[in-house]
T-cell receptor
Framework: DGGITQSPKYLFRKEGQNVTLSCEQNLNHDAMYWYRQDPGQGLRLIYYSQIVNDFQKGDIAEGYSVSREKKESFPLTVTSAQKNPTAFYLC??????????????FGPGTRLTVL | KQEVTQIPAALSVPEGENLVLNCSFTDSAIYNLQWFRQDPGKGLTSLLLIQSSQREQTSGRLNASLDKSSGRSTLYIAASQPGDSATYLCAVIQAGTALIFGKGTTLSVSS
């Protein structure tokens, strides 16, 4: 099956810990994205990558880091510098970034809770 | 900076009604506009994509329109069903950016 997988589905973090959320796609897409969703806030962009070994900060990148060493993988690390990390995290990919015909495909999400 | 607004925030209708969800955006320089569906605790599913040169797109009981000059889009759902209950999100994409989302409209269709 082609698609985007995220793991784990649920993640609990103690204050001061770094945690890494996994995102993998087998759609052969060049572009990948990380969004954060809070109740009543809609989705906000954390980071995006239009090609391997390149990524750009989104609107709320502070306290997060990413890497794009392989085309199919775009892990997100939530660092201890992120003051309010409890949220639903969604990963997405698209064939290429920013074209008029490009649809983004979303993973099932990871719910992160800080204890 | 582009802002996307969706009205209403929540909507409850009886089964069988036709309904309209609204989306507005402040900067008309968009590549496309997309409507997504999100079920509780799940990821997003793309419903319709309207390119900036298009006026509307249809898929089954769904019809989305785009008036780029006025910064508005509507999603029309015909003959609503309980299975349509979900949150509907509107998003636009501009040059060199990822999707910019509205906060969504949560729809509840009662049987």
């Amino acid at each position: 099956d082609g698609g985007i997988t995220q793991s784990p589905k649920y993640l609990f973090r103690k204050e001061g810990q770094n945690v890494t959320l996994s995102c993998e796609q087998n759609l052969n897409h060049d572009a990948m994205y990380w969004y954060r969703q809070d109740p009543g806030q809609g989705l906000r962009l954390i980071y995006y990558s239009q090609i391997v070994n390149d990524f750009q900060k989104g609107d709320i990148a502070e306290g997060y880091s990413v890497s794009r060493e392989k085309k199919e993988s775009f892990p997100l690390t939530v660092t201890s510098a992120q003051k309010n990390p409890t949220a639903f995290y969604l990963c997405a990919s698209s064939r290429e970034g920013g074209s008029s015909t490009d649809t983004q495909y979303f993973g099932p999400g990871t719910r992160l809770t800080v204890l | 900076k582009q802002e996307v607004t969706q009205i209403p925030a929540a909507l409850s209708v009886p089964e069988g009604e036709n309904l309209v969800l609204n989306c507005s955006f402040t900067d008309s320089a968009i590549y496309n506009l997309q409507w997504f569906r999100q079920d509780p605790g799940k990821g997003l599913t793309s419903l319709l994509l309207i390119q900036s040169s298009q006026r509307e797109q249809t898929s089954g009981r769904l019809n989305a329109s785009l008036d780029k000059s006025s910064g508005r889009s509507t999603l029309y759902i015909a003959a609503s069903q309980p299975g349509d209950s979900a949150t509907y999100l509107c998003a636009v994409i501009q040059a060199g950016t990822a999707l910019i989302f509205g906060k969504g409209t949560t729809l509840s269709v009662s049987s």
